[in-house]
């Protein structure tokens, strides 16, 4: 079996010790029921639950809109600094545990200043936790502040101004929430003053959405990563583009299951991704509601589509290509994997 592997127990020992980057996390989304609940009860915050269990059965969606509902119920829970500290320190422990050596976090300032919580609040609980990790762990990290694409590019514009401050903690922006209906046109002027910051930009683009948003995310943003891009590989030409220039898309296997992108995990583009010669990367999207951290989402899509050991060293080769750090850092990880293997 498995190109390169004795067994599967092989290939996941394999996985767990690889040295990887994480290049699409939503902080918001690695909220664990248990922490919920902790927060909960020190908030004096009510929550439509019963017990943990009754969390995770409600975690079973049709679509990006059904997951994103329950999402931003769930982060109603994070009031003050050190609730935001202690979501992301969660994360980095798994992080570190699943060889995690570099992470590009996504958070969702609009998900928080919209019920009352301070910008500050928000970014200096996450940025003390990557500070921690990096000092103790040696986990380096970006910070990338979203857009929400449901609500308007004034709204956008507002929230880039109220990073102003901030903007030495914040390495980009991106762009999340209810895809269609919501095209990357949309957000045309408030990703060019971005650009023009000295921000890092990137969207997602072709989750549910048309091979056409994945286009304008080119065109019209500029971004310097594609996050999911499925939907690029209906379009030959854009798949070539995409392969051309270099492309990093950051691949999310375990979320496209979970919110039915994808009908089951042998259906799973990723394999035809890496065969057409495009730059995927996997990553775990929202892991607490979609089932896996990053080496749950690497060991699904190497058991489903059978992927090779060259196959799992590109991936992780990609997410440090794919990601923000310098040339030299870059190449130091690079050789961090030729040393494992
Ligand atoms: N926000 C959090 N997770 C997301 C996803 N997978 N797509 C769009 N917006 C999101
Ligand atoms: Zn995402």
Known sequence: ????????????????????????????????????????????????????????AAYAFSNLQDFLDIYYQGMGVLQTEQDFHDLTAAYLARANADAVRHVEI??????????????????GGITRA???????????????????????EAAADATLDEALPFLDRIDGVGLDSSEVGH??????????RARALGLKVVAHAGEEGPPAYVHEALDL?????????????EDAALVARLVSEGMTLTVCPLSNLK?????????HPLKAMLDAGLRATVNSDDPSYFGGYVNANYLAVADALDLSKADLVTLARNSFTGSFLSDGDKAKHLAAIDAYL
Do not use: W, Y
């Open 130 to 152: 990557l500070d921690d990790a990096r000092t103790r762990d040696g986990i380096s990290s970006r910070l990338i502040m979203c857009f929400l694409r449901h609500l308007s």
């Open 183 to 192: 095209p990357p046109s949309k957000f045309e002027r408030v990703f060019a």
């Open 259 to 267: 919110l039915c992108v994808v009908d089951d995990a042998a259906a």
């Open 1 to 56: 079996m498995t190109d390169g592997f004795a067994s599967a127990r092989e290939r996941a020992a394999f996985i767990a010790g690889l040295p990887k980057a994480e290049l699409h996390l939503h902080i918001e989304g690695s909220l664990e029921p248990e922490l919920m609940f902790e927060l909960a009860r020190r908030n004096g915050i009510a929550i439509p639950f019963a017990s943990v269990a009754e969390v995770r």
């Open 106 to 123: 996504f958070f969702d300032p609009q998900g928080h200043t919209e019920r009352g919580v301070a910008f500050a609040t928000a970014i």
């Open 221 to 233: 943003l500029k971004v310097d990563r594609i996050d999911h891009g499925n939907r690029s590989l």
